[in-house]
């Protein structure tokens, strides 16, 4: 008991930490290309071709495991970056831009302070880890502590093409940038793809036994996640090792279709063998709006998909959106739809929040492509009709659009990817988003 006691007190506690991130030490993300990183919102990070390490006896990620990649000098340096905060943080400066610029214009807002919520000790969803995770940062960190994995198959099949996505994550992007004679950015020139517009691999699902059975969540992206066999693959390997009824399965889907992929069936058949579940439903926008970004969806299929999922036991319904410069100005009727599900059945849907701020790399779909006058609109609209228990969510939405520099090349590029997509698609954005009216058409 004693012994515990003291153990407990001499256990660095994370609280303590200046700028901690529980990702880099408990979550994988598997990437499309084999790349293996602590948190889907990394930037720059080297691709699945590229190893981390330098020195000639490094391998491409890959060709390596997770924990080969967990034991390299590049991840040991990262996580001891963010343990000596006062020391310089060069990998955290670079591939933690998302994170450094949402807590530099809303201080209490980013996908960082999310994760580490959730270890809080009094209310945290992980606080039972808490413990383990705080003794764990006390070892030389050699054995694996993966609680929660996403895993991002490697095939990029969407039936989607939004505007805010790319071709390494939708074939069907990749296609229409083809057709477009589109060859540069968002990833059409990454090794991965290679020229092509659809990759879809095997994937040996044993290798990864070993993260598997320790863990509490499983997530599930896409592509279109339920369009994947891969994702089918990864749900059986879990089920017939007989772990999935201690892990939460989150998966992230456009809700436009539910094959009947895998050996037990469709996602209806899957979800009764995990613990709980959690659908996350990607939308931009609440209806039309939302079929013009996420083009070609269908506003109607998709609430029909997710009332049946609504449906599937022990499962919750999230609306996950981006936020970019098209929808930031119309993400107040998303989080009012999602209040008038949350009156119908409280305990199926969650409270609204916003996605990941799209910037950097070769995003077009910028808050900084907006012009001043349209911010304005956006902050009026924010100021007079946000309602007030989504003040905070919306207060950090008027940071970006006070904060975020003008940028009129970006604005420009923009506006020309928007004008051939029109073309192509046989949309107009000016139908659905009026405001852009003095913008389009004139390059
Ligand atoms: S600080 Fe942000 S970007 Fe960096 S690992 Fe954590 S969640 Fe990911």
Redesign the pocket.
Known sequence: MTETLERKQSMTKLKNFEWF?P??FMNTVINHDGAKK??C??KAWPGGRHSLDKSAESYPQDEMDVMDVHHTKFMKRFREEFMNADKPTPL?DK??L??REQERLAPTE???LV?LDKFDEEHGEYREHTEDLESYIDTDMSEPFYLTMEYNAPNNFCNLKCHMCGPYNSSTFAKENEALGLTEGKGMGSSWLNGRTWVNDEDDMDKYEDIIKNLIEMKLVGGETLALPQNYDMMDKAIDMGVSGQMRLVITTNATLTPKMGKYGDIFDYVPHFKTCQMNISIECWGEKNNYIRFPSKWELIMKNVRRFAEMPRTRILFATCVSSLNIGYLNEVADGVDILQEETPDIYNDFATGSLVIGGANLYVVTAIPHDIREQYLDKIYSVVKPHHTQTFMKLASYLTDMEWDEELHNKMMIDVEKRDKYRGTCLTDVFPEWKPYYGNL
């Open positions: 991130c990702q880099p602590p948190c919102v990394l955290i591939h933690c998302v994170c980013s996908h960082r994760y």
